[in-house]
C-alpha cells in the first residue's frame, strides 16, 4: 500500500503556464519535504515544511502544508525548462507505520 | 560542507555474480546512512538505514546486505544478483537527532543484471 499518492503522475506544459502537484495521504505527517530529482542524478531536497496550514516560497514555487498535515502541494509559476524533473513529496509519519517515506512522484516536462 | 559520493555510477553485471557498491560521506559525524532503489522514473523503496557503525535495519528481506565499517561508509552487497536487481541505487544521509529527516543523496549507481 502507497501511502503517499501524488498526481499528476505526468505532466507535460508549455513554457510560461501554472501547475500544481498534490502529495496525499490519509496518515499524518510530523513534516513533510518536497524533492526534485533530474534525469540519472539524485533527488535533490528543495523544502520542508512542518506547521500545519504552512506556505513557503522558493523564487517560482509555492509549497503548502495541509490544516491536519495530512497532503502538501507544490505550485509552479510560469513554468520554465529548467523546472523539467521528477518531485517528489517525502514525509516521517507519526501514526501508522512511523515511517519516512516518499510519494510516488510526478515527472514533470516543461516544453520550450 | 557535506557531500556524499557514490561509486560506481554504472554496472553491468550478469546474472549470479556478486556485487559491491560503496557510499561515503564527508564533512559529517554520526549521520544517519539510506540506501533507496528506484524503479524508473517513480518513487524511492527504502532497502536499508543504519544509525551507527554496525547497525543496520532492513525493510525488504531479498538478496541484499548492507554494512557500515565505518562511521561514514555505507556498503550495499549481494552475493549472487538476480535479473531483478536490476535499477537505480541511491545513497543518503541526515543529521542524527534532527527535528526533521532532510536526507541528502548520492548520485546513484545504475545498475543493470543481464
Known amino acids: 500500500t502507497q501511502l503517499l499518492e501524488q498526481s499528476p503522475q505526468f505532466l507535460s506544459i508549455q513554457e510560461g503556464e501554472n501547475l500544481t502537484v498534490y502529495c496525499n495521504s490519509s496518515s499524518v505527517f510530523s513534516s513533510l519535504q518536497w524533492y526534485r530529482q533530474e534525469p540519472g542524478e539524485g533527488p535533490v531536497l528543495l523544502v520542508t515544511?512542518?506547521?500545519?496550514?504552512e506556505v513557503k516560497k522558493l523564487k517560482r514555487l509555492t509549497f503548502q502544508f495541509g490544516d491536519a498535515r495530512k497532503d502538501s502541494s507544490l505550485h509552479i509559476t510560469a513554468a520554465q525548462t529548467g523546472d523539467t524533473g521528477l518531485y517528489l513529496c517525502?514525509?516521517?509519519?507519526?501514526?501508522?507505520?512511523?515511517?519516512?517515506?516518499f510519494g510516488t512522484g510526478t515527472r514533470l516536462k516543461v516544453l520550450a | 560542507s557535506q557531500t556524499i559520493h557514490q561509486w560506481p555510477a554504472t554496472l553491468v553485471q550478469p546474472v549470479g555474480s556478486p556485487l559491491s557498491l560503496e557510499c561515503t560521506v564527508e564533512?559529517?559525524?554520526?549521520?544517519?546512512l539510506y540506501w533507496y532503489r528506484q524503479a524508473a522514473g517513480r518513487g524511492l523503496q527504502l532497502l536499508f538505514y543504519?544509525?551507527?557503525?554496525?547497525?543496520i535495519s532492513s525493510e525488504v528481506p531479498q538478496n541484499l546486505s548492507a554494512s557500515r565499517p565505518q562511521d561514514r561508509q555505507f556498503i550495499l552487497s549481494s552475493k549472487k544478483l538476480l535479473l531483478s536487481d536490476s535499477g537505480f541505487y541511491l545513497c543518503?544521509?541526515?543529521?542524527?537527532?534532527?527535528?526533521?529527516?532532510?536526507?541528502?543523496f548520492g548520485p546513484g549507481t545504475r545498475l543493470t543484471v543481464l
Open positions: 515544511v512542518v506547521t500545519g496550514g
Open positions: 564533512g559529517t559525524s554520526n549521520p544517519n
Open positions: 543518503a544521509w541526515s543529521v542524527r537527532r534532527a527535528s526533521y529527516n532532510e536526507q541528502f
Open positions: 543504519s544509525v551507527g557503525i554496525g547497525q
Open positions: 517525502a514525509g516521517w509519519q507519526v501514526s501508522g507505520t512511523y515511517k519516512y517515506i
